[in-house]
């Protein structure tokens, strides 16, 4: 039995922000970093997801390389052997995947998607791509090729893997054959990631939406190139409340409450154990002021690192990854050809 694949995706956009970071990119990281030889981890560039809305093409592959970038000064151990680097689009299994899946997906369950509805809410139809709308199709195959048991994700990509789930055990149903690995249900992923599985760290400015790469102004967003000063600046001016009380309630204090799990996230350590050192505080300044060192020093030393990134090693990581990824997802992709004909 070879060892359970952990995997995940980042898409190649903007720069990342700390939601990413900490939603999905330090989960993986810390299990490639402690449990080296339990679990194989794969950490890929999803850039065929990177237009499913407009961007700028011309600097498509700036951004590609800037993640993988990201990715190892985030940690990533590039001489673990049992860790796989690699690009969506150099793996050609996964569209061809997704076509197949496609003509087994409803078009009522991508209807559903709570991210879709929320992203084209103020768009015509005409505005809106089919990209845009069957890319968890793409995001269950890009899963289901590895065989992926555990995917860190943040809680807006809940929907998606849940469909993941429902797309692989429909198949292997279909066609009364293994198939496909069903991925862990979400609570068993929960529990498995403990706390950092399902997170949603909020928008600073406006502390009920999740922080996001798209928000209208970068003021909410701690981008993990922002410098220590902007990202100072940025969370001292962080939305809070009137009710003069550092206390972690997600309901009622949501700008508060950000700001702990930030903190606690970042310092590992546990939220409520944090909230209470600051109970009876009726200023929300000084919470401000430990947050915004606590962000500044970890963005200095991240940015410490990423400026020694060797691109040389990280090519010659993607190049051995690639090689065999595209052996692997051609031989689960094969199994699904014959099963549904095609050989
Ligand atoms: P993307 O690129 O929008 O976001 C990457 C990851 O960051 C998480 N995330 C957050 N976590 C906590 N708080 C936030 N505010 C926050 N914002 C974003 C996202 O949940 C995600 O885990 N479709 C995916 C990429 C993808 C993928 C995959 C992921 C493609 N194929 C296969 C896992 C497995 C996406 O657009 O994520």
């Known amino acids: 039995m070879s060892n359970p694949v952990i995997l995940t995706g980042i898409r190649a956009n903007n720069d990342l922000h700390i939601g990413n970071y900490l939603g999905a990119l330090l989960p993986l990281i810390d299990l490639a970093r ?4 339990e679990y194989e981890i794969n950490l890929f560039v999803p850039d065929l997801h990177s237009f499913t809305t407009p961007i700028d093409h011309g600097t498509l592959q700036e951004g590609i390389e800037t993640n993988l970038k990201l990715y190892v000064a985030a940690g990533l151990p590039l001489d673990n052997p049992a860790v796989y680097l690699y690009r969506q689009s ?5 569209s061809e995947l997704t076509w197949i899946l496609d003509c087994f997906t409803g078009v009522g369950e991508m209807q559903r ?3 879709f509805k929320e992203k084209t809410a103020q768009l015509s139809s005409d505005r809106v791509s089919v990209g845009l709308f069957h890319y968890p199709v793409l995001m269950a195959a890009d899963i289901l090729l590895y065989r992926a048991s555990y995917v860190p994700v943040g ?3 809940t929907q998606h893997l849940e469909f993941a789930r429902d797309i692989a055990e429909r198949m292997n149903k279909r066609f009364n054959k293994e198939l496909f690995t069903i991925p862990k249900a979400v609570a068993e992923q929960h529990r498995f990631f403990g706390k950092d599985q399902g997170l949603r760290i909020k928008d600073l400015v406006d502390p009920t939406k999740k922080m996001s790469k798209s928000s209208v102004s970068d003021k909410g967003t701690l981008f ?6 902007v990202a100072r600046s940025k969370i001292m001016s962080a939305t ?6 550092v206390r972690y309630d997600k309901d009622k204090q949501p700008g508060v409450s950000n700001l702990l799990d930030l903190m606690a996230l970042l310092r590992g350590q546990s939220v409520l154990e944090l909230a209470h050192a600051y109970e009876g505080q009726t200023q929300y300044g000084p919470l ?4 915004a060192d606590t962000v500044s020093g970890f963005l200095q030393e991240f940015q410490n690192t990423l400026a020694q990134v060797d691109m040389d090693a990280v090519r010659a990581k993607l190049e051995h990854s690639e090689k065999i990824m595209n052996e692997r997802a051609n031989s689960v992709l ?3 050809q014959q099963a549904v004909g095609l050989r």
């Open 155 to 157: 809680e807006d990509q």
């Open 34 to 37: 402690h449990y080296a030889g």
């Open 240 to 245: 809070t409340d009137s009710l003069n009380s």
């Open 288 to 291: 401000k002021h430990d947050v």
């Open 224 to 229: 993990l190139t922002d410098t220590p000063d």
């Open 334 to 336: 094969h199994v699904v």
């Open 90 to 94: 150099q793996v050609p299994a996964h």
């Open 113 to 115: 998607m709570t991210q």
